[in-house]
């Protein structure tokens, strides 16, 4: 008989969700993983992003056509594909833009091209999640906070995206930060939201863009302020164990908003 104790070793898991995310960025997986209860485990993915360098760097503004060209075959339909190979319970796709410049209709197109590729897995993104977190906790009238380098234009058809949803867009804009990742901190963030964005009255705020530092104000915001507070990769990664069939897990996340209590619409993407 073994007398054998064997450690923690990542193998029970309760859920394991697939991440695609552009090739320099590590906000998505890292703020995942920071919301991840220990049981529930993150695989990612890269697809090469044109507006992107290495070590993370963007330009102060990113251009419109390496946003579409991220979604674009084949890259992501690779990536997607050897996700899927693995044991996963979902896949969610960690990029914001391109559901903006592709509008409601061309993200569904989106989706559905993938869908050949995920071998029956559960499929999310960072819009499709925020439009059912929204509903699920009855927001009508939106705020967006985008990122720095989003130009007024991508902006403005983020705004268009989510009126084409049902919702009220009561203010949305590139937050006026400084337009560098390393650069944006918590409490710049959180003055911006506190300043800027809560005379708008909305139900809700959206901090939209997977590569902006986000999730560690979530939870004080919303007590001090009088509104839900989303943001890309908390409200991706709570629809994605959803559609894993990890509720449980995620009704026993606390620390990272409201939202962790709410159901999805009918569960589903």
């Excluded at 008989?1 to 995310?21: K, N």
């Excluded at 903006?100 to 897995?121: I, P």
């Excluded at 949803?165 to 409490?187: A, R, Y």
């Amino acid at each position: 008989m073994s007398t054998i104790r064997a450690r923690q070793d990542g193998w029970e898991a309760r859920a394991r969700i697939g991440l695609v995310v552009p090739h320099a960025d590590v906000g998505p997986e890292s703020e995942f993983q920071a919301i991840a209860p220990e049981d529930v485990f993150v695989h990612g993915s890269r697809v090469h992003f044109g507006a992107m360098r290495a070590g993370g760097e963007m330009d102060p503004k990113i251009p419109h056509d390496p946003v579409r060209a991220f979604v674009e075959p084949p890259h992501i339909d690779n990536a997607v594909e050897l996700l899927a190979a693995s044991p996963l319970d979902a896949i969610a796709l960690g990029f914001t833009s391109s559901a903006y410049v592709l509008g409601a209709a061309g993200e569904k197109d989106l989706f559905a091209r993938l869908a050949r590729f995920t071998r029956g897995l559960p499929l999310t993104g960072t819009t499709t999640a925020a439009v059912a977190g929204f509903t699920a906790l009855g927001a009508r009238r939106i705020a967006l906070v985008n990122p720095p380098w989003f130009d007024d234009r991508l902006s403005g058809l983020g705004a268009d995206y989510f009126t084409e949803q049902g919702f009220e867009v009561v203010h949305h804009g590139p937050c006026g930060l400084p337009s560098n990742q390393k650069l944006i901190t918590p409490g710049a963030l959180s003055e911006w939201i506190r300043t800027t964005v809560a005379g708008h009255r909305p139900d809700a705020v959206l901090v939209a863009g997977n590569g902006i530092r986000a999730v560690g104000v979530v939870d004080a915001l919303e007590q001090e302020l009088d509104f839900a507070l989303l943001t890309a990769n908390q409200v991706l990664f709570w629809h994605a164990l959803h559609l894993a069939g990890a509720a449980g897990a995620a009704h026993g996340i606390a620390g990272y908003g409201r939202l962790f209590a709410a159901e999805p619409p009918g569960g589903t993407a």
